[in-house]
């Protein structure tokens, strides 16, 4: 399976809804690459197709099975995997070329979204669910409907993609801050039919020695630290070393000791155990 890893820099704050949906798209050149979030037509889809003038409108034009539609009596237009401001060229072009227009202004817009299913998983998320894409869906959006992350989730998102022509799946890994905001390669990250979104929980930390309450303990947005983790496990014992605490980590298929920062705010890894010594009395 090839991955591919996106690693661009952690921001905060996340966002506070999903971002509207794009208006109409206007023809420009049938060349130009599909932009932020623009989403892609397939089948049974339905189009508008406005032109100026009217008489070469066409309303509730539905894409066939084989990726294409019928344009009135002018003739057909592949539109799978397009754009609506690639398929406005494409029937602009079709009328100059039929010497219908000299210069007419298309619009196209989807208007029914049947053509593409996603699935949204994982332990991160509240209700793990498959949709049809709504054209302006993002992976944030596709998340909210799938009950938004819970306590648990982790701090990575993974987007499994199907391989073009049969080939090997892809996995695409992004950092949740970038998913909430809808910065770095998630704003330029559009949705595709098949896309498979895992939300997995942040993993689990060991913690053991001098603390009131020795166990196993959740990771999560909030909680990733040394300090967060022995405060989970009911904060020190009166014999505790505090100044001595490690984590034991596996790194390279072996043990490995990591000394901890005085106050603690060393950020811990899902399977690290968190070591509290005992001072001598």
């Known amino acids: ?17 999903p971002p509207p949906a794009p208006a109409a798209a206007v023809a420009t050149s049938d060349g ?41 009596d002018i003739g057909r237009v592949q539109a799978q995997d397009l754009t609506e401001r690639q398929i406005a060229a494409r029937v602009r072009k079709m009328l100059v070329d039929a010497g219908l227009h000299r210069d007419p202004t298309v619009t ?6 049947r053509s593409k299913m996603i699935y949204v998983n994982g332990d991160g998320v509240q209700t793990p669910q498959s949709f049809r894409i709504q054209g302006n869906d993002t992976i944030m959006s596709a998340i909210y409907q799938a009950g938004g ?8 998102i993974t987007v499994r993609r199907r391989g073009g022509s049969g080939g090997t799946p892809v996995e695409i890994k992004m950092p949740r801050s970038d998913v909430e905001q809808g910065s770095g390669a ?25 603390v009131n309450a020795p ?9 990733k630290t040394v300090f967060d983790m022995i405060n989970a496990a009911g904060g020190f014992t009166k014999y505790a070393r505090k100044g001595d605490v490690v984590i034991i980590r596996i790194m390279d298929g072996k043990p490995k000791k990591i000394k901890v920062e005085k106050d603690l705010t060393t950020t811990v890894q899902p399977n690290d155990a968190i070591e509290v010594p005992r001072r001598r009395l």
């Open 108 to 113: 196209v817009q989807v208007v029914a979204f």
């Open 215 to 223: 166990g196993t303990y959740d990771l999560s947005q909030n909680a």
């Open 1 to 17: 399976m090839t991955t591919i890893v996106l690693l661009l820099a952690l921001q905060q704050s996340p966002v506070s809804s």
């Open 149 to 156: 992350f819970n306590s648990k989730a982790g701090s990575t």
């Open 186 to 210: 998630a704003a330029r990250f559009h949705l595709q039919d098949g896309d498979v979104i895992t939300v997995p929980q942040a993993g689990r930390v060991f913690v053991r020695g001098e």
């Open 32 to 72: 130009a690459a599909p932009g932020p979030q623009e989403y892609l037509v397939g089948p049974q889809d339905k189009l508008d197709i406005n032109v100026i003038p009217d008489v070469f409108s066409d309303k509730n034009v539905t894409v066939d099975v084989d990726g294409a539609f019928q344009y009135k």
